[in-house]
């Protein structure tokens, strides 16, 4: 294990598709990083301490400052690497409502267009009988509180079939959706097609000869050298640093106030902590903990939503 790998922790579950877009970012990439693995549902004793409770996953430790949200630590990613196209900012304007389809409407539609005996089926092949039925508790109760709602069958596989095409359409004059190299917009896209591959088998449709090429070609580098880290070693490591120092910050009326954070769309729960800094990318809360004294929990602003505690 090298000092560059331990500067990234990834806190995942394999079966994620979200995280899925993440690692094969490390690969693009070539950064070195560690993973502690999760449970697929709260609780997460091995990451909630860390959070403060945010229930979303994938999460990015790097040393006691904590980063939620894959559009978040893609810029992360993106400034280490010097890397620009894979901030979302960067994706060009003709793209942004086809990335906004597939991080939303499309990967819902994926487990929405099958049959829920073959979901069923799956999930039970993947995870045994007592995680499937945490599961569907866990996802349903999560749901029912969402301001998504996805289309289902008939629909939904019109969603997904049309997305599909759209992908190859649009790569049928470029390697990547960002142009010569691969950038945000193809990781975005990249994690609905590859979740309908894991989840159902089977293959992609021959006929769609460009999002064949363009599939195989964000697959190719892998996951890049990941190396597998136990969950007491992330916390010795949050526990033995101090967080990076803070950004200029904007004014707000709840700076250096209690606040809670927590996504507008789905899995809510929002974190409690002091605004620390607010940037045009950003919320930053510092959480004063026992385990690990001070851990600063990163929050992108859009899709987030800031509350008085």
């Known amino acids: 294990m090298t000092d560059s790998s331990v500067d990234w922790i990834l806190h995942h579950y394999e079966e994620s598709p979200y ?66 196209g894979l901030r979302p900012d960067a994706v060009a304007a003709e793209r942004l409502d ?44 999560m749901m029912k509180k969402a301001t998504i709602q996805p289309p289902s069958g008939k629909r939904a596989r019109a969603v997904v079939e049309g997305f599909f095409g759209e992908l190859d359409g649009e790569l049928a004059a ?6 010569d190299q691969v950038g945000y917009a ?33 697959l190719l580098p892998g ?27 904007e004014s707000h009326v709840q700076l250096h106030q209690q606040v809670r954070v927590g996504p507008d769309d789905y899995g809510q729960d929002p974190v409690l902590g002091e605004l620390v800094a607010v940037t045009p990318e950003r919320f930053i809360l510092g959480r004063q903990t026992q385990a690990f004294n001070l851990l600063h929990v990163h929050f992108p602003r859009q899709g987030y939503a800031l509350q008085p505690a």
């Open 223 to 249: 996951h890049g050298a990941r190396t597998e880290l136990p969950p007491d070693k992330a916390f010795e490591i949050a526990a033995a640093a101090e967080p990076r120092a803070l950004p200029p910050s």
């Open 98 to 141: 086809l990335v906004s389809r597939a991080q939303g409407d499309v990967f819902f539609s994926i487990i929405t267009s099958e049959p829920p005996l073959k979901i069923l089926g799956a999930l039970l092949a993947k995870f045994g009988f007592r995680q499937t039925y945490r599961f569907f508790k866990d996802r349903s109760g």
């Open 19 to 84: 995280a899925e877009k993440i690692r094969l970012m490390f690969g693009h990439t070539g950064l070195a990083w560690c993973s502690v693995l999760s449970p697929p549902m709260p609780p997460r004793p091995n990451l909630d301490p860390l959070t403060g409770g945010y229930r979303r996953i994938p999460v990015v430790q790097r040393g006691a400052d904590i980063f939620c949200d894959t559009a978040l630590i893609a810029l992360e990613i993106a400034r280490v690497t010097d890397q620009a």
């Open 174 to 179: 470029t390697p990547f959706l960002s142009g």
């Open 186 to 218: 193809d990781f975005a896209a990249i994690h609905p097609v590859k979740f309908k591959m894991d989840l159902m088998g089977g293959a992609l449709p021959a006929s769609l000869e460009h999002l064949h090429r363009w599939y195989n070609a964000m």
